[in-house]
């Protein structure tokens, strides 16, 4: 059985340095992949530009998708992970800073299993990523690939 892999799709990083922080606080030692933008993201997923070499097959347990996004913004990004035959149940938690209730409403019509806003607060963001690791790694149970 393959390690549950975490993919965290993040550009700004000192976000990104805070969420791998939370998740060793909190023991969550999976796999994590970063990519830094939209397209990185849609190429590490469909195994096209610098992942083309990449098992498209072992896919994420999770996808920590951040909204604003360089390149194609992570809406486009859920957009095109639900219209993808192999990706259109892959688990998407939207992890975003963005407040826009437009964003929320917007993630959840195209396909978002969860919307989580980072809480500003160090200890809160731990407890969100203990939480999100608790459900979406250990108690959730993914459809069969």
């Given amino acids: 059985m393959q390690e549950?892999?975490?993919?965290?799709?993040?550009?700004?990083?000192?976000?990104?340095?805070?969420?791998?922080r939370a998740l060793r606080k909190n023991n969550i030692s999976n796999n994590?992949?970063?990519?830094?933008?939209?397209?990185?993201a849609l190429d590490f997923l469909f195994g096209?530009?610098?992942y083309v070499n990449r098992d498209i097959h072992n896919l994420p347990q999770i996808v920590l998708l951040d909204l604003n996004l360089p390149k194609i913004g992570?809406?486009?990004?859920?957009?095109?992970?639900?219209?993808?035959?192999?990706t259109h149940l892959l688990p998407v938690v939207i992890l975003t800073s963005s407040k826009e209730e437009q964003d929320l409403i917007k993630g959840y019509s195209l396909g978002?299993?969860?919307?989580?806003?980072?809480?500003?607060?160090?200890?809160?963001?731990?407890?969100?990523?203990?939480?999100?690791?608790l459900y979406w790694l250990v108690l959730?149970?993914?459809?069969p690939r």
Avoid: C, W
């Fill in 48 to 50: 096209t530009g610098s």
């Fill in 140 to 143: 959730n149970e993914t459809p």
């Fill in 112 to 133: 978002a299993n969860s919307y989580v806003r980072k809480p500003v607060d160090f200890n809160q963001f731990i407890e969100a990523v203990h939480q999100l690791g």
């Fill in 32 to 40: 994590l992949v970063v990519v830094r933008d939209g397209a990185e």
């Fill in 74 to 86: 992570g809406l486009d990004v859920l957009r095109r992970i639900r219209q993808e035959e192999h």
């Fill in 4 to 20: 549950k892999m975490i993919l965290l799709v993040e550009d700004n990083p000192d976000d990104e340095a805070l969420t791998l």
